[in-house]
């Protein structure tokens, strides 16, 4: 059951474009409200309204600087959820069977029922995109929506994750990836998506799109005249001759 | 790593209660009737506490049986198959050793203390697999973690099980390996080479910092794996790990004669050790999810 299949018939997964996302975290909020009424246990939150206050997310938008060697430093956001990986150390560690790899689509998904909430996959995952409920103390993850993604009850533009519907800057993508032809396929070509660690030999599924560069902070501040014209002109010599 | 207390008593005492039971299941020492009972006791209390402390680091443990079921993928699993594999296995040694007029007549008893034995530091192993194969906690990402986990269990069960001079002679192996799991432990995170620049995928634009993390307050990430422990404080704390775990038994043991007095200062300085030496295993592994956080290794 944690074995991970040789192959997934496709490989469901999110495309997120770092040169698009604004920081609004609107994914966030829709993910939690979505998710925390859909699929198994809500996603609890211990002390909401008091001095201490945390709680289970799916998707969180850490923000960084980048300097490069020279110019100004530029600001990226950074959407971060389950990577629905092809070698997902999370499943292999699982000691009871509760998480498991989808064979039809290549989703990551925690059965409730199963889980013993001994916290071991969080241990696996090195990305952070699992955390222990402290409610219900079984483990919550990106489902990539799947009581949305297959549901024939909700018009056909909603069938994606609630973070992709919410984005009003259109930064995430969800595709199928085993299609060489589909929207993200084809995203990830032409723009040079990339895997994050790849060091860990995980193989994420999902994809990000890395920020175009920014000019360089000489170039936009190049002198627009070097000598004073017009009215400028005769208060420079007015200043002078004081 | 959160150095959680269960996870700390569960590997310090089931690595000890086991490494016992091995000792007792190959005969060492040979005994029987009372003393016997005293020995297996000893042995199943810690082995057994051992796990039983483990059950209180579970969310949800009304699941815990179903920990049996994935042994072919999940050293957990592993480890939970072998250990009431080990427990069973020993029973007969322990209640033959107890009963038996003349246990060194039984015939039976040699194979079966030897699979016993077998299967406790089996059960060892499987308990450090299953922090060695956590590639995103590189300190532990090491051949030298079962090394550790199986030197401390020899270690700590020759002593147990009254073997004076091999417990003396396997404390200074153990420091051995203890030092040098610090050692190339302090490396592992560099050499596994994951940054902030491979996490965000940022690292041919330039150098990357967090400017603002995705929240303001804790979470379960942060409590689990953002946990960092002084520097300074880290190395008092390895100095006395590695003395009252290794060196002070190691001297009674092998410089005094033998004796239950000797023992009385020995074990609880052995234990002592070793709970600082697990409490630091967990407190000094940095986990690479805390890159996001913009906490990278901490500098030993």
Same mark, same amino acid.
């Given at each position: 059951m944690t074995g991970l299949p040789d192959r997934t018939e496709a490989k469901l997964g999110l495309v997120i474009d770092l040169d698009t996302c604004?920081?609004?975290h609107a994914c966030v909020v829709n993910c939690k409200e979505w998710n925390t009424s859909g699929h198994g246990a809500p996603l609890s939150d211990q002390d %909401? $309204?008091? &001095?201490d206050p945390s709680g289970t997310f799916l998707n969180r938008v850490h923000s960084f600087e980048v300097q490069p060697e020279s110019g100004c430093a530029q600001v990226t956001h950074f959407p971060k959820s389950c990577? #629905?990986?092809?070698?997902?150390?999370c499943v292999t560690v699982?000691?009871?069977? *509760?998480s498991y790899k989808r064979t039809e689509d290549g989703i990551v998904l925690v059965d409730e029922g199963d889980?013993?909430?001994?916290g071991l996959c969080a241990w696996a995952? %090195? $990305?952070?995109a699992r955390e222990l409920?402290? &409610?219900?103390g079984v483990m919550k993850k990106c489902t990539l929506c799947i009581d949305r993604i $297959?549901?024939?009850?909700? @018009?056909?533009?909603?069938?994606?994750p609630a973070c992709v519907r919410t984005c009003p800057a259109g930064a995430r993508h969800f595709g199928? =990836? *085993?299609?060489?032809?589909?929207n993200v396929s084809r995203l990830v070509a032409a723009r040079g998506g990339m895997d994050l660690?790849? /060091?860990? !030999?995980?193989?994420?599924v999902n994809k990000y799109l890395p920020p175009r560069l920014k000019g360089s902070v000489e170039a936009q501040l190049e @002198?627009? *005249?070097e000598e004073p014209k017009g009215l400028l002109a005769w208060i420079d010599r007015a200043l002078g001759a004081l | 790593m959160h150095p959680a207390p269960s996870v700390i008593f569960f590997t310090a005492f089931s690595g000890l209660g086991f490494g016992l039971l091995a000792f007792l299941g190959l005969g060492m020492p040979d005994v029987s009737g009372w003393v016997a009972f005293a020995f297996f006791f000893i042995g199943y209390a810690l082995a057994v506490g051992g796990l039983l402390a483990s059950v =209180? #680091?579970? &969310?949800?443990?009304?699941?815990?049986?179903?920990? =049996?079921?994935?042994w072919r993928t999940s050293w957990l699993s592993r480890e939970g198959v072998l250990s009431v594999a080990a427990l069973l296995i020993v029973a007969p040694v322990a209640l033959g050793r107890m +009963?038996? /007029? &003349?246990? !060194?007549?039984?015939?039976w008893l040699g194979p079966v203390g030897w699979l016993g034995a077998v299967l406790s530091l089996g059960t060892v192993l499987c308990t450090a697999m299953i922090y060695t194969q +956590?590639? *995103?906690v590189p300190r532990w990402n090491m051949r030298l973690t079962p090394a550790l986990f199986l030197s401390n269990a020899l270690a700590g069960g020759a002593l147990l099980a009254g073997q004076v001079r091999l417990a003396g002679v396997l404390m200074l192996v153990l420091g051995a390996v203890q030092i040098a799991a610090w050692i190339k432990g302090d490396t592992r995170f560099a050499e596994a080479g994951s940054t902030m620049e491979t996490a965000t995928g940022l690292g041919p634009i330039g150098r990357v910092r967090l400017? /603002? @993390?995705? #929240?303001?307050g804790e979470n379960y990430l942060l409590r689990e794996m953002g946990f960092r422990v002084a520097r300074k404080h880290a190395l008092k704390l390895r100095w006395i790990a590695l003395g009252l775990m290794c060196a002070l038994p190691a001297v009674l043991l092998l410089a005094f004669p033998a004796g239950h007095a000797l023992a009385l200062v020995a074990v609880p300085s052995h234990v002592a050790g070793l709970l600082a030496a697990r409490w630091l295993f967990f407190a000094q592994a940095e986990h690479v999810q805390a890159l996001y956080y913009g906490r990278g290794p901490a500098k030993v």
């Open positions: 604004v920081g609004c %909401p $309204y008091g &001095a990577l #629905h990986c092809e070698d997902a150390p699982c000691p009871t069977g *509760a889980c013993m909430g001994c995952c %090195p $990305y952070g409920d402290l &409610a219900a $297959y549901n024939d009850n909700i @018009p056909e533009v909603d069938r994606v199928d =990836f *085993a299609d060489p032809e589909s660690m790849p /060091e860990q !030999g995980t193989r994420p @002198p627009v *005249a | =209180f #680091h579970l &969310a949800n443990p009304k699941n815990a049986v179903k920990a =049996f079921s994935q +009963l038996l /007029e &003349a246990p !060194g007549q039984a015939l +956590l590639r *995103a400017l /603002e @993390p995705p #929240h303001a």
